[in-house]
């Protein structure tokens, strides 16, 4: 999948500026704009998390991406297809099945704590439509991997970025274009789920 950043936190995070004190700002933030919010130790404890989000959906099609650059989330992904669902990780099957999944799968590369927004680097199409266009998102993070505010990730992101499309996730899409009426998932997910896990060492 190709990224803006290949590798961030060695590329791209400033010494000093990414730090897990900004978590706490970052999760009440994250769920004061209407986000979910699972933290484990691990990507064990992430896995079942995930099949205890899944189960509450019940999703037919699962699209998923993030796998090619961490082979234990690939793991994760290739124990989640059952009888009753499909789950698609390469960007063809991505592609033709974008439209019609169910839950989208997907990863940041940080999060901010002044806004509760995660960070995402979706250079490549598979990437945005996995985290556009299905009912709900379901994002892993590094709870690590925190900064202080909007200006730091932009220092973050000004260190690499060349082309490509990175953007900023702040809660489920919403609009109130109509009447000052606020609505959930009208231009995009209804649902964003974070993840975020605090040791990212596992098994595949």
């Not at 099609?61 to 009753?84: D, H, K, M």
Request: aromatic fraction near 10%.
């Amino acid at each position: 999948m190709k990224k803006v950043c290949v590798n961030w936190p060695k590329e791209a995070f400033i010494d000093g500026l990414v730090n897990a004190k900004y978590w706490q700002d970052f999760a009440d933030n994250a769920k004061a704009a209407a986000a979910e919010i699972y933290k484990v130790k691990d990507y064990a404890a992430a896995e079942e998390a995930l099949k205890k989000v899944l189960k509450e959906f019940s999703p037919k099609e699962i699209i998923a991406v993030g796998g090619e650059e961490n082979p234990v989330l690939a793991g994760i992904y290739s124990r989640l297809s059952t009888a009753q669902t499909s789950v698609y990780t390469d960007k063809f099957d991505i592609a033709e099945h974008a439209a019609s999944a169910d839950v989208g799968i997907s990863t940041a590369e940080f999060g901010v704590g002044e806004t509760g927004s995660l960070c995402v680097d979706n250079y490549s199409y598979e990437a945005r439509v996995t985290s556009m266009l299905p009912f709900v998102n379901i994002v892993f993070v590094n709870a690590n991997y925190m900064v202080e505010n909007v200006t730091t990730a932009c220092q973050i992101i000004g260190k690499v970025f060349k082309k490509g499309y990175c953007g900023f996730v702040t809660g489920p899409s919403r609009t109130a274009d109509i009447e000052r009426v606020l609505s959930l998932g009208v231009h995009g997910p209804n649902k964003l789920i974070i993840i975020a896990v605090e040791n990212e060492g596992g098994t595949e």
